[in-house]
C-alpha cells in the first residue's frame, strides 16, 4: 500500500472499506487514512449490501 502510495500523487485520495473488517481498515489508517464518514454499498463477494467505511488521505 505504501508503494502505491508513493506512486500517485494526487490528493486527497479517498478509500472505502467493509466496516467490519478490522484489518483492512487499520492498514489504511497506518497509511495515513482517516475515516470521515459510513455508508452502504454492494459487495460482490458477499452477495448483499454492507456497511462501509469511507476514509480520505490528504495531502
Same mark, same amino acid.
Given at each position: 500500500?505504501?508503494?502505491?502510495?508513493?506512486?500517485?500523487?494526487?490528493?486527497?485520495?479517498?478509500?472505502?472499506?467493509?466496516?467490519?473488517?478490522?484489518?483492512?481498515?487499520?492498514?489504511?489508517?497506518?497509511?495515513?487514512? @482517516?475515516?470521515?464518514?459510513?455508508? @452502504?454499498?454492494?459487495?460482490?463477494?458477499?452477495?448483499?449490501?454492507?456497511?462501509?467505511?469511507?476514509?480520505?488521505?490528504?495531502?
Amino acid at each position: 500500500m505504501r508503494a502505491l502510495l508513493a506512486e500517485v500523487p494526487e490528493r486527497p485520495l479517498y478509500a472505502r472499506a467493509a466496516s467490519d473488517n478490522a484489518g483492512s481498515l487499520r492498514v489504511l489508517e497506518k497509511c495515513g487514512f @482517516r475515516a470521515v464518514a459510513t455508508a @452502504r454499498g454492494y459487495a460482490q463477494a458477499r452477495g448483499a449490501e454492507i456497511d462501509e467505511t469511507v476514509l480520505i488521505l490528504e495531502g
